[in-house]
């Protein structure tokens, strides 16, 4: 689908010393990822695929391979700051000392920009997701699910190359979970920013995604990938079609064997 | 928090304190308490408005403060250093583990003798005896404030841009703040009980002094006014600490204050 290439993942391994034993996290994963593209990564648990995402982010130093994020020309000028990621976490991450607005004003003061401006622009992300009335609260006064909208809109206001996000919505309550899955196809509807995205949920991955990535076990390796073609904009009567059904089921039974594996394989 | 709570707040403490000095008092002048010994409140409670009258009681009690707040920062500024480093190097940890282990049991006042050896007789020896153990104390708390910082927290850090100083001053710091407050806290106790401490081994002034001054001239009294204005500087100081904590972590309030409301 897209043209341009905007992750370039090549032969990236991880491998890492716990306590016990050296573990492969991750074995040879090479991966494409093009521009405005929102790509599901699927696996079951502890099969490398927050690893990925944390080497993606430069967070975390893979053993073999390399990570390559392009710059876009069109959305703005080389030299003017803009990060290559901006990482949403399941536990949100949020800083408790600082209010909501500054919360989401924390990456633009990061990369220098004068406080007033940062503050105006963060107020502008707030706005948009609805948080506004929320500026001046800490995070701890919030819910969880409104936290985690704080923390996509701290990721959208550092306006980065990619987007990734770890299971964002994992801690959430279900009810929750679906009206923040709704408003994140809204705002990705609207800005088509390149998504790389961590789920172990399928029904998450296949209403959200183009393409699902899947992960074996630990070591993790790329297993099959989908493309996902329902049409944009989705919404929830989508989960009641044929395709998606099919789909999701088809993706469970590859699935199936790979949480068996990561079962009965020994914790690190 | 309602007014009717807030009310109560103050009501009962009120009350019980009302209560044990007016049973106090009747003991006394029914002759059940000997008040050569235990000398009734109202009569303490003249005592210290003559000695405040006189000027005299002001001299110790600023000494002490003094002495407690220099001895305070004594300890505060180096052991925040040094446990804000041992909880971020392990090198640091691992060199200075073993002294910190050996040193943070022995009670601070044990090390006045060796600490005049070297001082003297002086103001900086009973200052530097009052900061070791706090000092200790702060330094095995702030590492460990380092070490209970959430990975992810550092992980946002890092990735919003923020590396070096400025991971430092942004995240780091501010996200240790509380448990190092939960150790300044407590040394200032420790603090506390080592100055007075010291004061009565070796010192004029100040209110250890002036404690141990009454009981060796039996002014019983005065011993009982010495007393009372210990206890109160302690809370005094505990409230300072606490509304500054308030200050600094407006997302924390009542961090030091425990509410037993459950």
Request: glycine fraction near 8%.
């Amino acid at each position: 689908m897209a043209a341009l290439t905007k992750i370039e993942i090549r032969d990236v391994e991880h491998v890492y010393q716990s306590d016990f034993a050296t573990v492969a996290a991750l074995a040879s994963v090479s991966l494409t990822v093009g521009d405005g593209e929102f790509v599901a990564l699927l696996g079951p648990s502890g099969c490398g695929k927050s690893s990925l995402l944390r080497i993606v982010a430069e967070l975390l130093r893979p053993t073999a391979g390399s990570v390559q994020i392009f710059p876009s020309s069109s959305l703005g000028q080389p030299g003017n700051g803009r990060p290559k990621t901006a990482l949403v976490f399941q536990e949100y991450a949020l800083f408790p000392w600082r209010t909501v607005l500054d919360n989401v004003a924390f990456p633009l003061e990061m990369r220098g920009m004068p406080r007033h401006e940062g503050l105006t622009r963060a107020g502008t992300v707030l706005e948009r997701v609805g948080l506004q009335p929320f500026a001046r609260a800490y995070p701890h006064q919030l819910s969880g699910g409104m936290r985690q909208r704080v923390g996509i809109a701290r990721a959208l206001a550092a306006e980065p190359e990619v987007l990734l996000m770890d299971e964002p919505f994992g801690a959430l309550d279900a009810q929750t979970r679906t009206v923040l899955q709704e408003e994140l196809l809204r705002v990705w509807e609207s800005e088509r920013k390149t998504v790389l995205y961590v789920t172990h949920s399928i029904d998450e991955a296949v209403y959200l995604a183009d393409r699902i990535v899947l992960l074996s076990a630990r070591p993790g390796r790329i297993k099959a990938e989908y493309l996902v073609d329902l049409p944009r904009p989705r919404h929830m009567e989508m989960r009641g079609w044929n395709s998606y059904t099919k789909l999701s089921l088809d993706i469970w039974n590859a699935l199936r064997d790979e949480v068996e594996t990561a079962m009965v394989s020994e914790k690190p | 928090m309602s007014y009717r709570v807030l009310s109560r707040e103050v009501t009962i403490p009120l009350t019980t304190s009302f209560v044990m000095l007016a049973v106090w008092e009747i003991l006394v002048h029914t002759g059940m308490l000997r008040a050569a010994f235990f000398p009734a409140p109202t009569n303490i409670a003249h005592t210290l408005f003559s000695l405040a009258l006189s000027g005299e009681l002001w001299l110790h009690i600023a000494t002490t403060l003094g002495r407690l707040i220099a001895s305070f920062l004594m300890a505060v500024i180096p052991g925040t250093a040094l446990g804000l480093s041992m909880g971020w190097w392990l090198g640091w940890r691992m060199a200075a583990d073993p002294l910190v282990r050996l040193l943070f049991p022995i009670p601070s006042i044990a090390f006045f003798p060796v600490v005049i050896f070297y001082l003297g007789l002086s103001e900086w020896g009973l200052l530097l005896t009052a900061a070791i153990t706090p000092f200790l104390l702060i330094a095995v708390q702030a590492a460990a404030a380092v070490e209970a910082i959430e990975r992810t927290l550092l992980e946002a850090g890092r990735n919003y841009g923020a590396s070096g100083r400025r991971l430092f001053t942004r995240v780091i710091l501010p996200a240790a703040l509380p448990y190092l407050f939960i150790g300044y806290r407590l040394a200032l106790g420790v603090g506390f009980i080592v100055t007075v401490a010291v004061e009565m081994i070796a010192a004029k002034h100040g209110l250890g002094g002036f404690l141990w001054h009454s009981w060796q001239i039996l002014r019983i009294e005065e011993m009982y006014v010495g007393l009372v204005l210990i206890g109160l500087l302690g809370i005094v100081v505990t409230y300072g600490l606490e509304a500054l904590a308030d200050r600094l972590m407006p997302w924390q309030v009542d961090l030091l204050r425990s509410k037993g409301q459950r």
